[in-house]
């Protein structure tokens, strides 16, 4: 996997400049157009829109959030780790020192099971079996994630803040679910649409909404440097992921959270104020 990894840089240009001419039509449209025109063949296109929206991603918005992290003390010794395997189903686990704002490594259960099969009795330091963690920001694009994963044969990564702190977890099958689980969708007949009209006057919208178009559907003015959706904008309010219930005040409107799981905003419900109604 590592060796075509270099060739990334070159499989997106390629990409770029095969559609970028097209009606002056986004990717996604020229993805579908060539489908239909014969140039691609229908299986590709699922996998093809699924990598290209992963431009439009933040590791926040998949990330699982610093309270949900199962992780380990590495005060905690030997054993817990290996109950924490076993109970939670983790094949990884970061290791902390103190609290989660010091990951200090990640221990793999296939090491672990390497010790329990040697007949060893004295079980060795967590600090002694750890591997390196790796650290990424939490603002970083999903497509550049993927690319260090692979680049580092890395499965796990720790977000951290601009402060340093702990925010999150981001794994690569987190990423590969934003694909293959579009390759699902595509075998609908539709995808649902981003903004949907209820029959009391308010909306349901997706979280992937991008910022421009729920300001433009809405005469919305909300902006922000690090993300591009409507779902990672609450994110940001919040410093979490937002759970289901939850409210939000912008100017206007009421935004409550009607869908979301430990990773991702995905529905929310828009009701314009009273005033405005």
């Not at 499989?11 to 157009?33: C, M, P, Q, Y």
């Amino acid at each position: 996997m590592d060796d075509s990894s270099p060739q990334e840089g070159g499989f997106w240009s390629s990409l770029v400049s095969l559609f970028k001419n097209k009606n002056g039509h986004t990717l996604e449209d020229a993805i579908r157009e060539a489908l239909r025109d014969g140039e691609l063949k229908s299986d590709d296109v699922p996998m093809l829109l699924g990598v290209l929206r992963l431009q439009r991603l933040y590791v926040h918005e998949l990330m699982v959030p610093r309270t949900d992290i199962v992780c380990c003390d590495v005060a905690d010794g030997f054993q817990e780790v290996c109950r924490l395997i076993v109970e939670e189903g983790h094949s990884r686990i970061p290791i902390y020192e103190g609290d989660k704002d010091s990951i200090v490594g990640i221990v793999h259960a296939k090491d672990l099971l390497g010790i329990l099969l040697s007949g060893c009795e004295a079980k060795p330091d967590l600090t002694q079996i750890m591997r390196p963690a790796l650290f990424i920001p939490e603002n970083k694009n999903v497509r550049d994630m993927l690319h260090e994963f692979l680049k580092r044969r890395q499965h796990l990564a720790i977000a951290v803040d601009e402060y340093g702190g702990t925010s999150g977890l981001i794994t690569l099958e987190d990423v590969i679910e934003e694909i293959v689980g579009d390759i699902e969708d595509e075998h609908d007949t539709e995808e649902p649409a981003e903004i949907q009209s209820l029959p009391d006057g308010t909306h349901l919208i997706s979280g992937r909404l991008e910022l421009e178009e729920m300001n433009e559907a809405f005469g919305a003015s909300l902006a922000s440097e690090q993300v591009e959706t409507i779902g990672g904008y609450l994110c940001e309010l919040s410093g979490r992921v937002p759970r289901i219930g939850e409210s939000f005040a912008i100017p206007g409107f009421s935004l409550t959270i009607k869908e979301a799981d430990k990773k991702q905003v995905r529905w929310i419900h828009v009701k314009p104020d009273a005033k405005d109604a």
